[in-house]
């Protein structure tokens, strides 16, 4: 976001006080953006809320890629246990900082935490369907992957479409829709 010439601010936040050396680190990108970390402290919600209202002020842009990610013997209940919070306490902030800005939830399982920010809004009364988001581009980069593999292509240079949902049961990539037209062995597909 800092190298785009669209980005005149950019302001990083996590509860987690390493984040003022993120923004220090991307505020020396070559690039007329200005950058600022804000950092909370889990122990302390008071300090973290005015943490995440001042870097949310002004903003006409939210990417929140926060959470937890799964691990080792996680399932899917016990990742939405714990960024379903974190997204809920963060979309509270834009509700009353920012709420004309537009939203974009990377947090997993997305699927999942795009419902619970919409519910936030409405009860803030500010939700507006066309500024929130729910970024899944993971999943077609992925099959990208993959499939250039298989069809020994640049993947940079292919376009797997993928429908359903945002786990590994429900991603469907539509095979017949790769662009350019690849072909696969039954035991590649």
Not at 107 to 122: D, F, G, Q, R, Y
Request: one cysteine or more.
């Amino acid at each position: 976001l800092a190298t785009s010439p669209l980005c005149a601010r950019l302001h990083t936040y996590d509860v987690v006080p390493v984040v003022n050396g993120v923004g220090v680190d991307i505020s020396h990108i070559d690039s007329n953006c200005v950058v600022e970390g804000f950092a909370g402290d889990f122990k302390d919600k008071e300090v973290s809320k005015q943490a995440l209202y001042k870097a949310l002020e002004g903003m006409d842009v939210v990417v929140i890629p926060a959470g937890v990610p799964r691990k080792p013997g996680m399932t899917r209940d016990d990742l939405f246990n714990i960024n379903a919070g974190i997204v809920a306490e963060l979309i509270e902030g834009v509700a009353d900082v920012c709420p004309k800005a537009m939203v974009c939830i990377i947090s997993n399982p997305v699927n999942s935490t795009v419902p619970i920010a919409a519910e936030v809004l409405k009860r803030k009364g500010c939700y507006d369907p066309k500024r929130l988001f729910g970024v899944s581009t993971l999943d077609i980069v992925r099959a990208n992957k993959f499939v250039a593999e298989k069809a020994q292509m640049d993947p940079t240079k292919i376009n797997v479409f993928c429908i359903g949902g945002h786990s590994g049961k429900t991603i469907l990539p539509i095979l017949s829709q790769v662009e350019p037209k690849v072909s696969l062995s039954e035991e590649d597909i």
